[in-house]
């Protein structure tokens, strides 16, 4: 195609036409030529390529709408006009998932010009209960007001589900519908009860009185484990110490401890005694807490021994069958009979059987797996007395899950160190956290009302825990840690090893350093990823040269995270080199969290490829690049963060508009 002038209409529809080319430089061609063309109509045309995947074509299509007079701020206003107007068609898709979609992105703009369509959406009959919960959500954003009378409306409907919905969203009103959420408590339902105890969890504000007496009584009235559970978590996570309540779990929590002879009934009186009282997160449960793991894991084994011991089984009543060849004997040349009945008959007969056992029900599994043990760790309340039986766990136990499950824990709880050895000024991310979080808790930090006595002593508030990353560091003798740790190295199953590899971190200055510094050369990439994270955590800036080795070898989120910890501007341009490939799928988390640490360097030299980043086709990389920008410092970054003040969704808006404030403010106190 050569370029040249675009008159008429049926010149600019084979322009347009050609934006669908497999070539790139053809559609390239043909944005320039639609810039050139002078037409309205190719705005409309150019306004959806400025969210590109290509970051070549983004640009193009933006220098094309500058030709046309649209101004950057123009052309950012219209591209979010046009995506709203989008969205509000597709809200009236017949498919639901297509309208559910379409209520969260409106909810995501922040504009209140969408609260009349979720309106009609949330009245509209028979309306899935999937549209309905997306609207309700997205109500809250636009137009609280309104979403806090939908709210009470749905609390009252027949329907559960729909009392489900209001229960959940009614934490997120402000002021908070306590009166709603206390009614929930009672509610016949259990799936209504479970979201106004989910809702508390996550609620950061002390609820009144008369609820919290209601948290604690559900504790013992809720006959469903589920929901006992997540009372207890509630509770904890208000600060109550519902004393009543909690001294009847450890009466009988100490009883069970007392109890000799194992038992399947046993197994799940210790394991629910741990679950309610971990999660009530009192002070001074710690031995008590132990003690039930302890317990749990030797009647575990209990249970497990029938399953684990060849001997304890016998072949099944045909004597050509043996032990060892059953499954064979099962799906071998011999066929079974066709009819159903005698099937199943053939079939118990060459299936082994348990020898007579005085144990109830032998055929059952254990109560618990070790998975489930190494899982009860992450409950275990941050204290010294803690630390010190999970660095034993750690270096003794058998199994290689619960081992690396005790070193997870212990690499969380130990602080990252300056070069000096002290304790770094700025806290670390704990270790794991880019992961979906099998071993990762999450401890809400509550607002200073929240630690307010709240009327009686058995609902009175105790203070937070005053480190709620982890167990307290330097509880561990040196001499433990250090076996607990090289047993962990000297493993042959990987996820012991790498699970050592990051509790490196809480060895004694310069051990965890000398051992870092040689495992981010090991074989296991795993293994290469911890040790770079625990280098980035102890600020161990000898190790830059390697990280940056190891990075332009196997770039990777790990790596780039490590050196974000690590703080050294060395890192910036090397960073930067990662963000000249633009590919928005596969690519887009490792993207972001470049983004990210490139923000931790607070390094002026990004702010030009952060300003780029501006005009990413992903929401979340603008809001980070917002973010970033604010902390690299560079004032003249103000004018592309003006641009944002368009940006179709709330959540960049308002990252633009802080960051535009810092920089100015910065400008206004500079020499």
Not at 46 to 73: E, F, K, V
Not at 373 to 402: C, F, K, M, S
Not at 405 to 422: H, I, K, V, Y
Not at 517 to 523: E, T, Y
């Amino acid at each position: 195609m050569a370029l040249g002038a675009v008159g008429t209409r049926g010149q600019l529809n084979a322009v347009v036409a050609r934006l669908s080319d497999r070539d790139l430089e053809v559609r390239l061609v043909a944005v320039r030529l639609l810039g050139e063309s002078g037409h309205a109509r190719a705005v409309a045309t150019l306004l959806p390529l400025l969210r590109d995947a290509n970051a070549m074509m983004r640009q193009t299509a933006a220098q094309a709408l500058q030709t046309l007079g649209r101004s950057p701020w123009q052309q950012r206003q219209a591209e979010s006009a046009a995506h709203f107007e989008a969205e509000l068609r597709r809200l009236a898709d017949p498919a639901p998932q297509a309208r559910a979609e379409a209520a969260r992105e409106l909810g995501r703009s922040g504009s209140v010009r969408a609260a009349g369509a979720l309106r009609r959406r949330l009245g509209a009959a028979r309306e899935s209960t999937t549209v309905v919960g997306a609207a309700l959500r997205a109500l809250v954003r636009v137009d609280p007001a309104a979403a806090s009378r939908a709210v009470h409306e749905l609390a009252r409907a027949a329907d559960p589900a729909r009392r489900v919905l209001a229960v959940s969203v009614a934490g997120r009103l402000r002021p908070v519908a306590w009166e709603l959420l206390a009614g929930a408590l009672v509610d016949p339902q259990p799936e209504v009860r479970g979201a106004a105890l989910h809702g508390l969890v996550r609620l950061r504000l002390a609820a009144p009185a008369a609820l919290a007496a209601a948290l604690c009584a559900a504790l013992e009235l809720e006959a469903e484990r589920s929901l006992r559970l997540l009372a207890a978590q509630a509770a904890g996570a208000q600060h109550l110490r519902c004393e009543q309540q909690a001294r009847a779990l450890e009466a009988r929590a100490r009883e069970a401890l007392g109890v000799a002879e194992p038992s399947a009934e046993l197994a799940r009186t210790l394991v629910d005694s741990f679950d309610l009282l971990a999660r009530l997160r009192r002070a001074g449960d710690s031995a008590l807490l132990i003690a039930l793991v302890q317990r749990a894991a030797i009647v575990r084994q209990w249970e497990s021994e029938p399953w684990i011991s060849a001997e304890r089984w016998r072949a099944g009543d045909s004597p050509s069958v043996a032990l060892g060849a059953t499954r064979g004997a099962a799906t071998g040349a011999e066929a079974p009979p066709k009819d159903p009945g005698q099937a199943l008959r053939w079939l118990l007969a060459r299936f082994p059987v348990r020898e007579s056992d005085s144990r109830e029900q032998p055929l059952l599994p254990p109560t618990g797996s070790v998975g489930d043990l190494a899982e009860r760790l992450v409950w275990l309340p941050p204290t010294p007395e803690t630390r010190v039986w999970l660095a034993q766990v750690a270096r003794d136990a058998a199994d290689e899950v619960l081992a690396a499950a005790a070193l997870d824990r212990l690499a969380e709880g130990a602080p990252p160190r300056s070069l000096s050895g002290n304790v770094a000024s700025r806290p670390s991310a704990r270790r794991g956290e880019h992961r979906s979080g099998a071993y990762g808790l999450v401890r809400e930090h509550r607002s200073t009302a929240a630690t307010r006595r709240s009327g009686g002593a058995a609902i009175s508030r105790q203070a937070p825990s005053p480190d709620a990353r982890g167990p307290a560091a330097g509880a561990v003798p040196a001499s433990l840690l250090q076996q607990a740790v090289e047993r962990g190295l000297a493993s042959s199953e990987p996820l012991r090893r790498r699970a050592a590899t990051g509790a490196c971190v809480a060895l004694p200055p310069p051990l965890g350093e000398v051992r870092a510094l040689a495992l981010v050369k090991d074989a296991d990439g795993a293994v290469r990823e911890a040790a770079a994270l625990v280098l980035g955590r102890l600020r161990v800036r000898e190790a830059l040269p390697v990280l940056l080795a190891l990075l332009a070898r196997e770039p990777s989120p790990a790596l780039v995270q490590a050196l974000a910890l690590l703080g050294d501007r060395r890192a910036t341009r090397p960073l930067l080199r990662m963000l000249d490939e633009d590919q928005v799928g596969p690519r887009l988390g490792e993207r972001l969290v470049v983004v990210q640490a490139l923000g931790e360097l607070a390094d002026p030299a990004a702010a030009p490829a952060l300003e780029r980043e501006l005009a990413h086709a992903d929401g979340r990389l603008r809001r980070a690049a917002a973010r970033a920008l604010a902390r690299a410092g560079r004032t003249r970054s103000i004018e592309a963060l003006r641009v944002c003040a368009a940006d179709y969704y709330a959540a960049v808006r308002q990252a633009c508009a802080a960051a535009g404030e810092r920089l100015t403010a910065a400008r206004r106190v500079a020499p």
